[in-house]
Antibody
Framework: QITLKESGPTLVKPTQTLTLTCTFS??????????VGWIRQPPGKALEWLAL???????RYSPSLKSRLTITKDTSKNQVVLTMTNMDPVDTATYYC????????????????WGQGTLVTVSS | QSALTQPASVSGSPGQSITISCTGT?????????VSWYQQHPGKAPKLMIY???NRPSGVSNRFSGSKSGNTASLTISGLQAEDEADYYC??????????FGGGTKLTVL
């Protein structure tokens, strides 16, 4: 049974750096083709893909946010960490992590298991 | 990369069929058979309904089907039920080697 859970601060100030942790179980990030991604959703708005990391440390970032994002993994702890620098009120959103199964092309796979999400508010 | 284009809302009566479109370009939807669809109920995490254009994950009702023609992908829900009322999002792989989501469609069951 695959589960994922996001954790991190619920409130950050503008210009601060956000660090979110995704702790998962039921799969290993050392399994060929497996990935974990981050997706966010501002209140009342659409989903926005942020970043992906794969079993072989292949990393992909949203072109529009690439300069602000860093994704890393700790396979031994079953965790993936996303950092986002220079936070702004427009970054207020629910942040989800999700499992991506092996696919024909990296970053082409769907997100088949999702965490419950964590709401991050950016405000002074 | 721009978000894929979806209608803001669609509606249908119980038992009817509805189709939600997802329009992109030859650099995403039209160029690859890697389109997924997600269902999201209020306050809940998205749920994968269709992947690789037309494949259903185990446990998803066969009332949900996906297709693609050119730069437009479609999700069809047949035999509409009250529980299908939700937001639906498409996603596609892109030539930037990254995925992109659509703007979402609110489905109302009348």
């Amino acid at each position: 049974q695959i589960t994922l859970k996001e954790s991190g601060p619920t409130l950050v100030k503008p210009t601060q750096t956000l660090t979110l942790t995704c702790t998962f179980s039921g799969f290993s990030l050392s399994t060929s083709g497996v990935g974990v991604g981050w997706i966010r959703q501002p209140p009342g708005k659409a989903l926005e893909w942020l970043a992906l990391i794969y079993w072989n440390d292949d990393k992909r970032y949203s072109p529009s946010l690439k300069s602000r994002l860093t994704i890393t993994k700790d396979t031994s702890k079953n965790q993936v960490v996303l950092t986002m620098t220079n936070m702004d009120p427009v970054d207020t959103a629910t942040y989800y992590c999700a499992h991506s199964p092996p696919s024909g092309i990296a970053a082409a796979g769907p997100f088949d298991y999702w965490g419950q999400g964590t709401l991050v508010t950016v405000s002074s | 990369q721009s978000a894929l284009t979806q209608p803001a809302s669609v509606s249908g009566s119980p038992g009817q069929s509805i189709t939600i479109s997802c329009t992109g370009t030859s650099s995403d939807v039209g160029g690859y058979n890697y389109v997924s669809w997600y269902q999201q109920h209020p306050g809940k995490a998205p749920k994968l309904m269709i992947y690789d254009v037309s494949n259903r994950p185990s446990g998803v009702s066969n009332r949900f089907s996906g297709s693609k023609s050119g730069n437009t992908a479609s999700l069809t829900i047949s035999g509409l039920q009250a529980e299908d009322e939700a937001d639906y999002y498409c996603s596609s792989y892109t030539s930037s080697s990254t995925p992109v989501f659509g703007g979402g469609t609110k489905l109302t069951v009348l």
